[in-house]
């Protein structure tokens, strides 16, 4: 059961916003853009960022461990006695962030038993926030309007109206490629960071195949979104859910989000994969 309830979760998506606030100060200036040892950008708004949304999580909840893409050293032996945790990615795009373009987003996740059963996400520049809860449904609210309960729709019937497939803004694949190919009638929407998954969530994308790397706090929010509007996030091998923390790296498989299963994109995927090798 999520300890999530609504006093708490109202902190915690005010403790986001605010967090989102000290992202906005430094992206309206000129800032420094260094390079973490896998090549990734980092900014001074991850930095920040991490220690303002890994403060709100610890207030909110406390004794929950919490792992954080910049605090990713934890070793795997402490990992893997966790039942419950927080997984934050401070700032899911940076790339758009460094661009400018407004597509990055704040991440919370809580995590129990591999499971993303409680998830925010935050785009400060858009001023959108989803948010998803295993019993409670998701909903996204735009700047200070009423939260919208979210739903994903269903799949288009081939040939009534195009698929809508959304594609990585920056980080495009071979893989990707293949897969749209053999869709029905389709087109695509090109996006950073997990507003991606979030289009899904919301009914404006049918499908959001990442046939490319991520890692477990890129997605988990998201995924707790995705699922609490009625959606799937699957392992694309084994059309199983993804799960967090079940294993020593905390890269994703390959995994497609959808509003729903259905056998043409499913036999679509499989042909893709069965085409090229496995990247781990």
């Given at each position: ?17 605010e ?32 220690h ?7 207030e ?89 309960p ?65 890692s ?8 707790a ?56």
């Amino acid at each position: 059961m999520s300890l999530i309830d609504e006093e708490t979760q109202e902190h915690l998506v005010a403790g986001v916003h605010e967090a989102g606030r000290k992202v906005l100060e430094i992206y309206t200036q000129d800032f420094a853009v260094m390079f973490k040892g896998d090549e990734s950008p980092l900014t001074v708004a991850d930095t920040a960022a991490h220690h303002a949304l890994t403060a709100v999580v610890r207030e909110a909840i406390p004794h929950v461990p919490v792992l954080s893409e910049e605090s990713a050293d934890m070793p795997w032996e402490v990992r893997r006695t966790w039942s419950r945790y927080w997984l934050i990615d401070p700032l899911d795009g940076t790339k758009e962030f460094i661009k400018k373009n407004g597509e990055f987003t704040l991440n919370v996740a809580l995590v129990e038993n591999g499971v993303p059963v409680f998830g925010i996400v935050h785009a400060p520049v858009l001023e959108r926030t989803w948010v998803g809860d295993s019993e409670r449904g998701a909903w996204r609210t735009h700047g200070t309007m009423v939260s919208t309960p979210l739903a994903v729709r269903p799949l288009p019937v081939p040939g009534s109206e195009p698929w809508k497939i959304v594609g990585s803004r920056s980080h495009g694949s071979r893989e990707f490629e293949t897969f749209v190919a053999q869709l029905p009638g389709h087109e695509r929407v090109s996006m950073g960071s997990s507003i991606k998954l979030c289009l899904v969530a919301e009914g404006n994308a049918d499908l959001y195949p990442r046939l490319a790397p991520t890692s477990e706090w890129d997605t988990a929010a998201a995924q707790a979104v995705v699922t609490a509007a009625g959606g799937v996030v699957l392992d694309a091998h084994t059309l199983q859910p993804l799960r967090c923390n079940q294993k020593e790296s905390v890269l994703n498989p390959f995994f497609i989000v959808a509003g729903q299963r259905d056998r043409v994109w499913e036999d679509a995927l499989a042909s893709t994969l069965s085409s090229t090798p496995e990247n781990r």
